[in-house]
């Protein structure tokens, strides 16, 4: 079977590595990389870290506005799927390059007549809140695919919920399988400054509601002036308003470049708290065993409420203030359960997609 992957940002190379490596020992697989993230430490590292293929087409788009940014990727990718005629496409989460795929390769005709499949990897997440880019995304992709692999029992539900129970699998987050082999490597990947700063909180942050308002960037950070110290990988948007603006950053707070996967596991684990408004994250944070505060007002990976691992602190920096002086350093008591699966996820998409092919 000949397969086309579709990735094109960092969660998106983290969730296909694992998958990518089960795939080519059964099948052939083209990597299309759409661009979308671009810098060395937003792409180029993970292919090397993780030894994800080098993709076999680039269609380096770039940045852009989200009307740009997703007609570009169409209009580059739909020549590349009709040109190599996949047997099928698959697609990993919610981000502009997913959108962009699944309505490529939902239209697209080869000249016989057929078409590709869609699976997609991620479906069946919600956060119901209509505000988020992703949430069309998630929404528009899950029902233009054919096969839907949900990593949870509450992804399940939704996809019920929504008439699409018939096209879905459950099959297990592979983002733990990428977690666990990362963390394997122990703390050797840990970067030398953390080392110097124990008991630190990691943070990080990049959703457009968060990060691009220059007040709101520094009202956030405003409320992680403490003692602790915190260290903070920045994402290139955030970074963008940081310089930019010249948002004051607080003296415990410790900003450094974006950083690898196994740096990032490392931090994660070595962390007393983490911080952050990404999806990724929140979950790597449950896996790692260290509480977590989610700055946002819902989230879709609401089983990591459960027990206190995470807690919301609403759309607000004094909401994360109040959290923060509150006893958030105490590890929940409560068990972490394997709500993300038992760690055979790639294999689970790979039979899958294997059992669904007519
Ligand atoms: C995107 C996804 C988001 C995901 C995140 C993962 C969409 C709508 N959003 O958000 O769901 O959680 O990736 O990190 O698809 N930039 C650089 N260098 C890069 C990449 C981006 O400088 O390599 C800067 C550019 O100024 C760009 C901005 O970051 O305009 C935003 O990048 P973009 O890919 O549009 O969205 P993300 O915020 O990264
Ligand atoms: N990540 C990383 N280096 C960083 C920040 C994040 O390797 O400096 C990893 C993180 O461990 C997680 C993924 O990137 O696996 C999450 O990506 P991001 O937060 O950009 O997107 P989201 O998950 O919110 O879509």
């Known amino acids: 079977m000949k397969i086309l992957s579709v990735v094109g940002t960092r969660p998106q190379f983290i969730k296909a590595a694992p998958v990518s490596r089960v795939l080519r020992e059964r099948h052939e697989e083209l990597l299309v990389h759409t661009g979308q993230h671009y810098d060395d430490l937003m792409s180029d590292v993970f292919f090397r870290e993780l030894r994800i293929p080098t993709p076999d087409v680039n269609l ?14 169409m209009r580059r990718l739909e020549p590349v799927i009709a040109d190599h005629r996949p047997d ?5 989460g919610d981000t502009n390059s997913t959108l962009a795929a699944a309505l490529v390769a939902a239209k697209l005709r080869y000249d016989d007549g057929t078409n590709p499949w869609i699976a997609h990897v991620e479906a069946g997440l919600r956060s119901y809140n209509r505000q988020w880019p992703e949430e069309h995304n998630r929404v528009v992709a899950d029902h233009l695919a054919d096969l839907l692999l949900a990593p949870t029992d509450v992804a399940m539900h939704n996809l019920g919920r929504e008439g699409l129970a018939a096209r879905a699998v459950k099959v ?25 700063l124990p008991g ?21 950070l405003d409320a992680l002036r403490m003692e602790r110290p915190v260290v903070f990988p920045v994402h290139p948007r955030t970074a963008a308003t940081l310089t930019d603006a010249d948002v004051p950053l607080p003296q415990n707070v410790h900003v450094i470049e974006p950083v690898g ?25 449950y896996l790692a065993g260290v509480p977590c505060l989610t700055l946002r007002d819902e989230t879709e990976w609401i089983e990591t409420l459960d027990g206190g691992w995470n807690r919301l602190v609403s759309s607000s920096p004094d909401g994360l203030r109040r959290a923060l002086a509150d006893d958030v350093f105490t590890l929940p008591g409560a068990p972490r359960p394997p709500i993300f699966g038992d760690g055979r996820a790639a294999e689970r998409i790979v039979v899958a997609i294997e059992n669904f092919v007519p």
Do not use: K
Not at 88 to 92: D, M, P, Q, S
Not at 181 to 190: K, N, Q, R
Not at 267 to 284: I, M, P, Y
């Open 261 to 285: 996967y196994l740096a990032m596991v490392a931090l994660e684990q070595h962390a007393a708290l983490v911080v952050t408004d990404s999806g990724g994250v929140q979950r790597e944070a």
């Open 88 to 92: 099928g496409v698959l697609l990993y």
């Open 200 to 220: 630190y909180v990691l943070l990080t942050m990049h959703r457009g509601d968060n990060v691009d308002d220059p007040r709101r960037l520094g009202a956030w």
């Open 172 to 196: 297990g987050d592979v983002m733990v399988e990428s977690f666990e082999a990362a963390a394997a490597h122990g703390d050797e990947a840990l970067p030398e400054m953390a080392r110097t």
């Open 60 to 73: 380096d788009v770039g940045s852009g506005s989200h009307a740009e940014q997703t007609a570009e990727m």
